[in-house]
């Protein structure tokens, strides 16, 4: 026979307090002492008590459930986010619930679908293209959305919150073209996201620019393992460039995947500045410099939002921009070398300048 489930009533009783200081821990709906708290836990753990999400929520009105789509928890960057994105929604009494899409499109539709089944309070969405999901478009209005990451440079009809991508681009290029490097790889996942597309163009601009000539760009896709292979094929049958840009986390991995299985050594004679920066970027014998996004404060700048939105925020869409930093290491080689053709690319930016706060454009 299965044992009854234990009541908020039980844990009351046990923690001696009332059913309403019980409530409140568990909801958020009102602060309560943390000895009151640590009383009211301590008595839920030892009696093995499990919230009743859908009771609360029948008693509430108010569902207190976030919903999170992402295209892909096997990159790294997403995980990143969902995991920051929990903490804050922890902190405020919301659970959230997370799909991935796998970046296809119909996928997309079915997982929007099944978050929006359980009636969440909002939802934070990192869509596949660059136009609003159609699964999405009849709750414009009236679900809180926000749209993070993946985002059109020319804005969206919700709140959004994505890098300045155009930007990143840039300074990963001028940090090899101050150090005299003239043959350079922009190694993109797909064009037709639009975060790379302005990638690929802050970079090429000024490569243009300086150089007056066009960068090479190669599509590997948004897997490490499919595009370390074509990646390799193209090293194959070309001379390997000076330098490579990689702009996502996972063209990092799958372009120096393809380098190692060539046996090309970083930053000689292949120079190396990555996308993203985790922990192992500086493990290797040969750090890795990186376009260090800030996505602390992209899930911070999202969930901030979102939480004004279900509490009744009805001013137009915010679209926040934040600032990438550089992280210097060791994998970039100085060339030193003066072309006659080339022109200044400007001053060199600050290796460890800060997140800038978010500019709003309205």
């Known amino acids: ?30 602060p309560v002492n943390a000895e009151l708290r640590e009383r009211v836990l301590k008595a839920a753990d030892e009696l093995a ?19 999170v789509l992402v295209p892909d928890l096997d990159d790294v ?9 929990e903490v804050l929604a922890q902190k405020d009494g919301y659970d959230i619930l997370v799909a991935s899409c796998r970046d296809d499109l119909e996928l997309e539709q079915s997982r929007l679908r099944t978050l929006l089944a359980w009636r969440p309070s909002g939802l934070i969405a990192v869509p596949c293209s660059d136009t609003v999901p159609e699964a999405l478009r009849g709750e414009i209005g009236r679900l809180p959305i926000v749209f993070a990451d993946r ?15 155009r930007e990143a681009g840039e300074i990963a290029a001028r940090q090899l073209l101050t150090r005299g490097h003239r043959d350079i790889l922009l190694a993109a996942s797909s064009l037709a996201i639009s975060p790379i597309r302005e990638r690929v163009r802050g970079a090429s601009e000024l490569i243009r620019t300086v150089l ?16 370390a292979a074509t990646f390799l094929h193209w090293l194959e049958r070309h001379q390997p460039p000076s330098a490579v840009i990689a702009l ?3 063209t990092t991995l799958g372009t120096l995947s393809a380098l190692a299985r060539m046996r090309i050594d970083i930053p000689d004679p292949v120079s190396f500045v990555g996308f993203d920066d985790y922990p192992w970027m500086s493990a290797r ?34 679209h926040s921009v934040l600032q990438t930093s550089l992280q210097v290491r060791d994998s970039v080689r100085d060339l030193a070398i003066a072309s006659p053709n080339s022109r200044d690319p400007g001053p060199h930016p600050n290796p460890e300048r800060p997140a800038a706060s978010p500019k709003a454009v309205h």
């Open 1 to 30: 026979m299965d044992k009854a489930r234990v009541t908020i009533r039980e844990v009351a009783a046990r923690a001696g307090v009332s059913i309403a200081t019980v409530s409140n821990v568990f909801s958020g709906n009102k």
């Open 49 to 67: 008590y499990q919230v009743d999400r859908a009771a609360s929520q029948l008693r509430s009105g108010q569902a207190r459930v976030v919903g």
């Open 77 to 85: 960057f997403f995980t990143s986010l969902v995991s920051q994105l």
């Open 151 to 165: 985002v059109p440079p020319q804005g969206s009809v919700v709140d959004t919150v994505a890098i300045d991508n």
């Open 212 to 227: 007056d000539r066009e960068p090479t760009v190669i599509e590997l896709g948004s897997n490490a393992d499919r595009g």
């Open 248 to 250: 996502t986390n996972v």
């Open 285 to 318: 014998k040969t750090g890795l410099t990186a376009i260090r996004q800030p996505i602390a404060e992209i899930a911070e700048t999202a969930w901030a939002r979102l939480r004004a939105r279900m509490a009744g925020d009805r001013t137009p869409p915010t």
